[in-house]
């Protein structure tokens, strides 16, 4: 069964604490992604990445940074925690198509990550 | 305002019931997802459209392109089916957006 893993699913860190959250895909997907989930805000893309060593900022990269070492892991940097990034956090792996990047087809996302920053 | 509203944002339905969901878009779009999160926060994609109908199993998904509007129906809803429904949009710049989500509960 296909998967993509996120270390934690609870996690609680102090104001201006570094935090990592790490995400592992199995399915040799060329494209992953960083969304965070809010109340009445719905899911905002935070970075993707589409090849090792490859980024692009999303709709919402202030406060975040990512790294993507391997092809099956990419991990979210938040580098000094506030509190209003206390949300859920979602990782999310998709192919490639003929080779280019596409941002739809034929995700898959983990479980998620509810971080609260105190 | 946001550029994909879904409605109703929350729905309570008895078992048995035909459940409907929209979702309004207001950009031009290449591809529109339904997605399905349960408690817990996993996400599954159910569905995408670019025209026309789907169908799988108890879940029907459509889209009219002109209108900007797509729905997604479950017939014969079971308490299983309690999830969060999420709509969202292929911009036709590339970028998906997401709407809020309608929070389904089935009671038995």
């Known amino acids: 069964d296909v998967k993509v893993t996120q270390s934690s699913r609870y996690l609680v860190k102090r104001t201006g604490e570094k935090v990592f959250l790490e995400c592992v895909q199995d399915?040799?997907?060329?494209?992953m992604f960083w969304y965070r989930q809010d109340p009445g805000l719905g899911l905002r893309l935070i970075y993707f990445?589409?090849?090792?060593?490859?980024?692009e900022k999303g709709d919402i990269p202030e406060g975040y940074s990512v790294s993507r070492e391997k092809k099956e892991r990419f991990s979210l940097i938040l580098e000094s925690a506030s509190t209003n990034q206390t949300s859920m956090y979602l990782c999310?792996?998709?192919?490639?198509?003929?080779?280019?990047?596409?941002?739809?087809?034929?995700?898959?996302f983990g479980s998620g990550t509810r971080l609260t920053v105190v | 305002k946001n550029e994909v509203e879904q409605s109703p944002q929350n729905l309570t339905a008895q078992e048995g019931e035909f459940i409907t969901i929209n979702c309004s878009y207001s950009?031009?779009?290449?591809?529109l997802h339904w997605l399905q999160q349960h408690p817990g926060g996993g996400i599954v994609s159910l569905f995408m459209?670019?025209?026309g109908k789907k169908k799988h199993g108890r879940l029907i998904a459509t889209i009219n392109i002109q209108e900007k509007h797509s729905s997604l129906h479950i017939t014969a809803s079971h308490p299983r089916d309690s999830a969060v429904y999420i709509c969202?949009?292929?911009?036709?710049?590339?970028?998906?957006?997401f709407g809020q989500g309608t929070e389904l509960s089935v009671k038995p």
């Open positions: 999310a792996s998709n192919p490639s198509i003929s080779g280019r990047p596409t941002l739809t087809y034929g995700y898959t």
């Open positions: 399915m040799d997907h060329e494209n």
């Open positions: 990445s589409y090849d090792v060593k490859m980024k």
């Open positions: 950009v031009g779009i290449s591809a």
């Open positions: 459209l670019s025209s």
């Open positions: 969202a949009v292929r911009h036709q710049g590339g970028k998906l957006i």
